[in-house]
């Protein structure tokens, strides 16, 4: 017989895999695994540490503030209130 080449070979053992099992590998959902440089890596790193620290400072106030029993409201020094007090002062 000729040669089988590598794509008939491969195809072969697909087909013969398809005929013992049903199991599939899941579909790649993320971009293959690239290189970086080590300047990119370490960009990279910086960048989400800085970001987990963020994190974990906000997460800190919060918990901080939730065992002082501190609630976070807003200040509008030009708002509803102020407006009120000027319309009962514009009456007198």
Known sequence: GSPMTTE???LRDKKHLDDITAARLPPLHHAPAK???IQESIAIQI?????YEEMQAKL???????????????FEPEG????QYREVRDED
Not at 47 to 51: G, I, L, T
Not at 60 to 74: D, P, T, V
Not at 80 to 83: R, T
């Open 80 to 83: 509803e209130a102020s407006m």
């Open 60 to 74: 800190a106030a919060q918990k901080l503030a939730e065992r002082l029993n501190i609630e976070m409201l807003s």
């Open 8 to 10: 008939e070979r491969r």
């Open 35 to 37: 290189l970086l440089s």
């Open 47 to 51: 960048q989400q540490k800085e970001a």
